[in-house]
């Protein structure tokens, strides 16, 4: 333990090859990021999840940035997509399963959008901003289905909509039903033994084994669950009858995650088999370290494994990730599961991949600010 907690003080003190890790750098890496994203790619696209959760980091930049560019932008994109997911108006027809039309209402990856529509409206509230989003959330809340998360991605599509629709609206329905959608997830993705997800029930082992016969659990799977548990207990009322069961579940994939950190700061993309898909890769390891520094934030990530963990992940992702020109390398493309062979290189990136570096790096400005 002491051993741990020494190493963390010496890379807080010479980080990043001698140079002192100081909140203004990160902030300045934080700016180099997102200015070159927004530079080179126009705010005028669909909402679908692969775009909206960049916006979800986009945002949580601008709470510290507090860059009216950073904030139009957002706002650019939720006009041009009406302020809606799918646009579907006939609900005999609304759907859940994979769909990228406008019939697929219920399914989370048009739902995510619905994050960033709110956290608009919370700046500057007008009703059109929210009233899609009032409409599919009170009728899915209202329906008798639980089997709306199938799949890992969709907890942090969803689960955040879930709290953020509670503090707009009071109706504890928001609260009750995200855990029964959880508890479904949780019977058909969750490993008991070792407190990770499964990208959905096709990957389940040993139906579904990595290449060396171990249990496949894909980084970027665990990266959306566990970014979406950081930012559920953010605004889950401490008093919630099962407040207790996502504080437990955060912790307990936190000494899963660290467990299978690479010595470089990432994590393979087949978290317990770094050989079925070697290499860097930056989404999964952006919401990893995401998470752990909400949590070091928090005080709820009291071990120093957890920063020393949080520190080699920001390493990585400030001195390796992040291109002189500002690019976000290293991200795995839009898929399901590590896939061996796979080209992942320092011109892989992705508006996602974007949004959970920002995610990162506003947290561990944070961490640095309260210092």
């Not at 494994?305 to 493309?333: H, T």
């Amino acid at each position: 333990m002491r051993i741990n907690f020494i190493l963390c003080l010496l890379l807080i003190g010479h980080f990043s090859f001698g140079q002192k890790l100081k909140k203004e750098i990160v902030l300045s890496q934080l700016k180099r990021a997102n200015g070159y994203w927004q530079s080179h790619h126009n705010p005028e696209v669909w909402a679908f999840w692969d775009q909206a959760a960049y916006h979800t980091g986009n945002m949580e930049f601008y709470k510290i940035s507090n860059s009216q560019s950073d904030l139009k932008y957002s706002e650019d994109w939720a006009r041009f997509n009406d302020w809606k997911g799918a646009k579907s108006t006939n609900k005999q027809h609304w759907k859940y399963s994979y769909g990228e039309t406008d019939d697929y209402v219920l399914f989370g990856d048009w739902q995510i959008c619905f994050q960033t529509y709110i956290d608009l409206y919370n700046l500057s509230p007008s009703p059109e901003k929210i009233a899609r989003a009032k409409e599919v959330m009170d009728y899915q809340i209202h329906s008798a289905n639980t089997d709306y998360w199938w799949w890992a991605d969709g907890l942090y599509m969803v689960m955040p909509v879930m709290t953020k629709m509670y503090k707009l609206t009071q109706d504890p329905l928001y609260l009750d039903k995200m855990y029964t959608y959880l508890r479904y997830a949780d019977s058909i993705m969750f490993d008991q033994e070792d407190h990770l997800y499964y990208r959905d029930s096709k990957y389940v082992y040993p139906k579904h084994k990595s290449l060396h016969g171990k249990k496949d659990f894909w980084a970027r799977g665990d990266g959306w669950v566990f970014a979406a548990l950081a930012k559920v207990l953010q605004d889950l009322p401490k008093q919630d009858k099962h407040y207790n069961y996502y504080h437990e579940r955060f912790k307990d994939m936190a000494v899963a995650i660290v467990s299978c950190q690479q010595e470089e700061g990432f994590w393979t993309r087949s978290m317990l088999d770094p050989e079925h898909a070697p290499g860097r890769e930056t989404s999964g390891t952006a919401f990893f370290t995401y998470g752990l520094l909400w949590g070091i934030n928090q005080g709820i990530l009291l071990d120093p494994k957890f920063l020393q963990a949080a520190l080699r992940g920001w390493n990585y992702l400030s001195e390796i990730s992040l291109q002189a020109d500002g690019r976000i390398g290293f991200v795995q493309p839009i898929g399901e599961k590590a896939i061996p062979g796979q080209l992942v290189d320092a011109n892989s990136t992705a508006p996602f991949g974007v949004g959970a570096f920002l995610l990162a790096g506003t947290e561990m400005y944070r961490y640095l600010d309260r210092k």
